[in-house]
């Protein structure tokens, strides 16, 4: 059974960066794809970000996080990653990793075969 653990979520001022962690667990070969979705109170879960294990395919970023946030992997300890820098109120959510095993569209939701707990981001002065 895969499992995902995300950590370093917490509260920041504006301007101010977190990095989120995700453990894998459960997994014994790099999965296709991984993911970053958030959900915000009353709205729908929205991709963050995504990154595919193969690292000559570039990273996909939402409109809203492009320049401020980074998301990396490590294939070898199956841990994803999202850097953020910069931070907004309007980036405050609940941010979930996700996990997609093999081949196919990885931009949605629903594309995605397992997600973690969710950690809780708060960006407030």
């Known amino acids: 059974q895969v499992q995902l653990k995300e950590s370093g979520g917490g509260w920041v001022q504006p301007g101010g960066s977190l990095r989120l962690s995700c453990a894998v667990s459960?997994?014994?070969?790099?999965?296709?794809?991984m993911g970053w979705f958030r959900q915000a109170p009353g709205k729908e879960r929205e991709l963050v970000a995504a990154v595919r294990s193969t690292f000559d395919i570039p990273a996909v970023y939402a409109d809203s996080v492009k320049g401020r946030f980074t998301i990396s992997r490590d294939n070898a300890k199956n841990t994803v990653f999202l850097q953020m820098d910069s931070l907004k109120p309007e980036d405050t959510a609940v941010y979930y990793c996700?996990?997609?095993?093999?081949?196919?569209?990885?931009?949605?939701?629903?594309?995605?075969?397992?997600w973690g707990q969710g950690t809780q981001v708060t960006v407030s002065s």
């Open positions: 459960g997994r014994t070969f790099s999965s296709y794809a």
């Open positions: 996700a996990d997609r095993l093999y081949s196919g569209t990885y931009y949605s939701a629903r594309d995605y075969d397992y």
